[in-house]
């Protein structure tokens, strides 16, 4: 009903136009046609305004009327045929102005920038009324794309998509991929031609990519897909279209979260009002740790049609408002398939409304501060073009990308398979990243443990990431940025907690493999406190320490019952009596901090040890720092 009320809304406007004409042959042609398009009789109406073009090739009107009837049946390359018949007999004639807007459009979408270009200025040129203002806007916008094509397209960039291959590429469609930060396992939606969506996953085995699983846990009778996975693997946010028992939603397409324990994914659950409404959600891009949430929705309060909005993780465990991001990312156009990098910093998203090669292209920006982004910029021909680009996913180190290509087959149909691309250096994250990944057990019984791990800035005090370890595997990975310098934690209640330091500043983007071992709070046990800084020779406490001494007296507060004693070491560079004066300073300095922050003083006991006690050769440097430190030991 809704196709034949737009038929006879066009049959209205060609009408008004034909009033004029004379009631030649092609006229009655032309008027036996409309009836019979108002008779529903679209076929017969084609017929009759073919038969009106040839009596009368110069008759406007049922080009006009005739590209329109294919347009609604979305044959564009007959609608775009019949125009240009229309422009070679009546081009100067004001009222097929939307004629050139049309065929403006028709051939942006193919890439023919310099003939688009033509058309939409072809169109200004009628000086069109204010009714058409959604028109004029549009024809700005084809002629700014095409110029900016135009000017950049020479600067063409490496680029070489590669199939990841039949053994992976198995289903007629598969799409929107997620990676973990270690590159090792990807999961992604995939359907056939007469199935729903479902998620499915891939690991690489022996550098090479196995064959799809399917995630059974997550996916149902309906369509479940369009999913986000966190860094270590151990939370994936996706999209439910239908809102059943299992998985019961808000409105047209909701986002729902899930914990892996193990192998094995738990129950879904919707991620709840603040995420989800009435409206349209999908799309998620989860950050590294799983706290911060960027998805897409076309709900109310938005910059245009779709926008990218973004939530984070309350101390309580509930997701926070959703905000849209804004526009300095979104417009009055489609901004959809937001990918944010493991670095937490860069933003990868699609978008019709930024200048690009026309419809969808890929775009990055960098996070700035609390709500600011840089510049938009677009990453580059030929990896965007005149057709879509969406999800394009980066991995840690910033160098390789995946995404998925389509194809339309000679049938009409589409096909798309999943590919990787080396991302042009203009284009790769300003911020690259590594992982350190590993175990966490009980240092005696070797007991894999669930605990907490807590990554923080030195220089600002800020947290990086939280997240747990697997509890029954003690699984865990953490994405380090580079040219950083952190402190990583690692504590469990009733344990000791161990303190970690790590400069990334020429650590590279390679994995690194860490188990941590983690010892009951007993007396006797100690732990190296490796992020307490001083000067050379000096015992007065640098700022970045702060870090690791409220660590510490929070340790305090929760253990009351505990003393412990805090123990200095030098290595052996220097004079003895020297060098045991200045680590006992040294270790007088953290006990003082914890007690001007109101730890009892009869819990702590300041002893220095000098050179006395070496844990590494001193005939290195890196020996002799390890030597150089403070120790928490429980009394």
Known sequence: MKYLLIVISLLITVSNFTSAQNSSKANKFFVKAEEAIRLRQLEDGKALLYKSIDADITYGDSYYLLSYLYILEKDYQKSRDLYEKLMECCADNPKYLLAHLSLAQFEWSKGNYKSALGYANDFLNFKPDRKLYREVKTAHRIIASCDYAIANIGNKLPYEPINLGAEVNVHDQQYFPAITANGQEMYFTARD??????????????????????????????????????????????????????????????????????????????????????????????????????????????????????????????????????????????????????????????????????????????????????????????????????????GADGTKGYFSKEEIQEDGSRNSHLVSIDIPKDAQPLTVSGYLEGVVYDAITKKPLKAELELKLLETKKTESTLLSDEKSGKYLIVLNQNEEYALYVSRPGYLFQSLTFDTHDMGTEGKTMDIFLDRIEKGKNVTLNNIFFDSNKYDLKLKSQTELDKVLLFMQKNKDINVEIGGHTDNIGNDNYNLDLSQKRAEAVVQYLIDKGIDSNRLTAKGYGEKKPIDNNTTDEGRTNNRRIEFLIL
């Not at 409206?279 to 998620?284: A, G, I």
């Not at 609390?370 to 879509?388: A, F």
């Open 193 to 394: 031609e007469k199935t729903d969506e479902n998620i499915y996953r891939i690991q690489k085995v022996d550098g090479e990519w196995a064959s799809p699983e399917e995630v059974t846990e997550l996916n149902t009778k309906f369509n479940e897909g369009t999913c986000s996975i966190s860094a270590d693997g151990s939370f994936i946010i996706f999209t439910s279209c239908e809102s059943t028992r299992e998985l019961p939603g808000y409105g047209s397409c909701d986002l729902f979260m899930a914990r892996k324990v193990g192998d094995q994914w738990l129950k879904p659950r919707n991620l709840g009002p603040n995420i989800n409404s009435r409206d349209w959600e999908s799309q998620p891009s989860l950050s590294a740790d799983g706290r911060v949430l960027y998805f897409v929705s076309d709900r109310q309060g938005g910059m245009g049609k779709k926008d990218i909005w973004v939530s984070e993780l309350g101390p309580n465990g509930q997701w926070m408002p959703a905000k849209n991001l804004g526009d300095q990312i979104n417009t009055t156009e489609d901004d959809i398939s937001p990918f944010i990098h493991a670095n937490g910093k860069t933003l990868y998203f699609s978008s019709k409304g930024h200048l690009g090669y026309g419809g969808l292209d890929i775009f990055k920006s960098e996070k700035e501060g609390i709500n600011r982004w840089s510049k938009v910029e677009n990453i580059g021909y030929p990896v965007n073009d005149h057709t879509d680009q969406v999800a394009l996913i980066v």
